[in-house]
Structure formats: C-alpha cells, structure tokens
C-alpha cells in the first residue's frame, strides 16, 4: 500500500512538471522571467568595451585611452614595494573601511591647506575605489526618483549613466565654441558656458550640479568668473556640487586651478573627487577620494559602507606616503606636482604641432591628458553616410583605428543621444604617453598627408 503511494506521488510530481513545461531534470530547467532590473534599462552600451577591444585588435599606437604609458615615479613604486614587503604585516589586512588612518590624516591635512580650512580626517575625507567609485557614491547618497543633475557638455561618460541609475533626470547644458581671431588655433578657454543658458537649467527639481574643472574630454579649466556664476546659482537654488578634480595638477601655460569649494557659500554643499591613479600617474592602483563637510560625508559613507566596503590597505599606504613627500616639497621645483605638469605640457605642445601639420587642427586643452582635433579636412578619407544614426566622428574613429592603426575616442560619446550630431567632427588624443609613443603617432600621421597629397 506504501509502496503504490509512493510511486503515486512520484508520478503526479512528473506530471506537474511536464505540464509545467519543465524538464524532470532540475539542470535543464531555464527561466523564462526577466531578470534586468529597469534601472539598467538603456546604458548598457559602453564606449570604452568598444574601443578598447578595436584599440587591442588594430592599433599600432593607441592614443585613445586615458592613462599613461610611462611608470608613476620612483618613489611612490618604492613606498609601494616597501609596504608589500615589509614587517609590517598588518598591510595585508582590512584597515579601516572609510579609509586608512595615514592617508586620510595626509590628505585632510594636504587639502586643508589647499581649502584654508580645518578638516577633520575622520568625518571629512573617506578614500574610496578611484574616483569613479567616489562619483557613483555621490550619486547614490543624494539623487532620488525624479531629481534632476545638471550636467556640463561635454562630459565624462558615467555620469549620465550613473544619474539614471540613481533615479534621477540629467539635464544637459553644453560649452560653446567661440572662433578665435586672427585665424588663431581654438583653446578650450574658447568653449564656454552661456550665462542665460545655464540659469534655465535650474528648476526646483534640480538637486545637484556635476563640475569637472579641469574637463575631460575638453581639457577646459573654469575660470574664476565661471566658478563664480556656478556657485551663485548653486547657492541661489540651495543644491550641491559635485566637483570632479581628477586632472587638478595638470593645468598648463601658468592657468590657475581654482576649487570651487573655496568660494562663498559652497563649502557646504560640495564634495570635491579626486585621483591618486591621475596625481600620480597610477590609474591602475585605484585609489581616490572625497573632501567635503561631514554632513556630505556621512551620506557617502552608507553607500561606501553597503557596497564596497573597503579598499586596498598596500595601495592607500604608498599613497599616504606620496602626498607627505609632496606636503614637504610643495611648491618647490623638485615637487612631483609641479614637474609633471611641466613634463605634460611639452608632450602637448609636440601632439598640437603634429596634428596642426597634418591638417586636424586640435583645440589646445589648459589641462588634463587630453586633446580635442577638428577632422573636418579629412572627410574625403571617410565620406559621411546619410541618415545614418552612428555620429560621424564614431565611424571616422573606428576607420582611423582600422585603417592607420592610430586610435583616439569620438567626442560624441561625450555628449547625450540628441547632441551627438552637433560635435561629431571632433575626436580626443591622449597625449599623457612617451616620447617614443607619440613619435610613432606623428609617423602615421605624416605617412598618411604623403598619402593624401600624392597623385
């Protein structure tokens, strides 16, 4: 009797699933449910898993990404070694979450100097996972469902994502190109807010501004006027500031880094981001960090604490070690801080005068790593193609890389989908690269005006 109701059982359990459309094998049963979350809906596409696949596949020289080819210097790669190696084994383990005790007690006293304030390196500085960890924070603590961001175009590329990930609405103002006289080149000093434009932007929805002074891709460094009209309209509509500083020792030709939470009335509702991997041309080690008064913080520090969590004890401790050397030598000429930037800029001027030569004609950037170039001479390489809905610049880009070996980034992908079209005869160069790199780049591009000019 047990028997047959056991195999009774065993039979309607059968049945059930095959009715079910199951298999009776457990390994084969798939979901048929969806499983993205919508807040993921549309920013699945990345610019970089593209180019950086074609850059690997074609490119002879890649000018595309950001990063440096050369090493950080000799003694950050030797605080480095030396913590990994030494007695101290305790580098090994978790140090504290919000970051590690040396380096916030560096960088609280290195930008309280910088700020002219008192910070306190336990509430006002939380380390975090590069600063592309720092923005999602930021975004993650402050924006909700229906807020708006004010987002400066162009821009780098997460922020968009990272603003509708969060739940909230960007609203976009682009920098406007302003000719230059006296058949000058263009220098993003030329590409600028208009006043009017930007104030319309501004609504009771509106909860933040991001700023990234000096601007990647652009290499534009706001001024002190252009700080000024930010922050009164930040202070005018009572909303925070995002203030992404990555590049902030890389400004060239005596232009000046100013922080916008110096100003009147911005301390209080800004967090500045920066970069060890930009500071100290260590983009891999992945360390950053936010500044900002502890009522920003403490928001900043709940997503840290839910997310992340922790970030490399080692790394946040050759780091610690660098910004005490710099502390010591600030100012001085044998400062890391101001021999880089003397170092970037003749890397710049020589990328200018190469692609001035051939016919791009580049838009001298005041900082960063990067350099913008009109390849509007050179649309005879790549005929345009009507109607169609990749922007121009991403076709000329993927051509160039295929074709010459030589890879750079659209400027479209800096923009949003309805301003893509506008600037899509502009593509961005890193020039942060060695000597030898950016020679094998002028190579290509002599080679190829020989070619263009030849019968």
């Known amino acids: ?40 809906e549309g920013i699945d596409k990345n610019i970089w898993v593209e180019f950086v696949k074609l850059a ?6 890649n000018l ?3 990063f440096p080819d050369f090493p950080p210097p000799d003694f950050l790669k030797e605080a480095f070694v030396g913590a990994l190696s030494g007695e101290n084994h305790m580098l090994h383990q978790y140090t504290r979450a919000f970051g590690h005790p040396p380096l916030v007690k560096i960088l609280a006293q290195f930008f309280g100097k ?27 603590a402050f ?67 991001i700023l990234n002074s000096p601007n990647n891709p652009l290499g534009k460094v706001f001024n002190r006027g252009e700080l000024e009209l930010i922050a009164d309209l930040c202070v005018k509509h009572d909303i925070l500031c995002i203030s992404d500083e990555v590049y902030e020792w890389l400004v060239y030709d005596g232009k000046e880094h100013i922080r916008i939470a110096s100003l009147q009335g911005m301390w209080d509702r800004t967090v500045i981001i920066g970069s060890a991997g930009k500071t100290f041309s260590a983009t891999g080690w992945k360390v950053g960090w936010t500044v900002g008064p502890n009522r920003l913080l403490q928001h900043l ?3 840290h604490q839910n997310s992340v969590y922790h970030c490399a004890t080692v790394a946040q401790e050759a780091v610690a070690q660098g910004f005490q050397r710099e502390l010591e030598r600030y100012g001085k000429p044998d400062s890391y801080f101001v021999q880089l930037p003397k170092e970037l800029q003749q890397k710049r001027d020589w990328l200018v005068q190469s692609l001035d030569a051939v016919g791009m004609k ?38 160039m890389v295929k074709n010459k070996g030589l890879a750079a980034i659209p400027l479209s992908a800096f923009y949003c989908g309805p301003h893509k079209n506008n600037y899509n005869h502009f593509i961005r160069f890193c020039f942060a690269k060695e000597e030898a790199t950016l020679k094998a780049a002028n190579d290509i591009l002599q080679k190829w005006k020989r070619e263009k000019t030849s019968p």
């Not at 359990?13 to 079910?20: D, Q």
């Not at 909230?168 to 000093?189: C, E, N, Y």
């Not at 580049?362 to 005879?380: C, N, Q, R």
């Open 114 to 140: 910088l700020l002219g304030r008192d910070l306190d390196p336990m509430t006002d500085v939380m380390v975090t996972v590069g600063a592309y960890q720092a923005l999602f924070c930021c975004f993650q």
């Open 1 to 40: 009797m047990l028997r047959r109701v056991g195999l009774s059982l065993r039979h309607f359990l059968l049945e059930r699933k095959s009715c079910a459309g199951y298999s009776s094998y457990s390994g084969e049963a798939k979901m048929s449910r969806p499983v993205q979350a919508r807040r993921l």
């Open 143 to 209: 924006v909700d469902e229906g807020d708006e961001v004010i987002i400066i175009e162009p821009f780098f590329d997460c922020y968009e994502p990272m603003v509708k990930m969060a739940g909230g609405t960007p609203v976009f103002v682009p920098l406007r190109p302003k000719a230059p006289k006296d058949g000058k080149l263009m220098s993003s000093a030329d590409w600028q807010l208009d006043p009017a434009e930007l104030a319309s932007k501004f609504s009771k929805r509106t909860k933040a501004i």
């Open 301 to 303: 520090r709940t997503v």
């Open 56 to 61: 690997a596949t074609y490119s002879t020289v």
């Open 362 to 399: 580049p838009i001298v950037p005041e900082g960063t790593y990067f350099l913008v170039a009109d390849i509007s001479e050179f649309k005879s390489d790549v005929p345009d193609v009507p109607n169609s809905d990749e922007p121009y610049d991403s076709r000329f880009a993927k051509w």
């Open 64 to 66: 595309g990404q950001g």
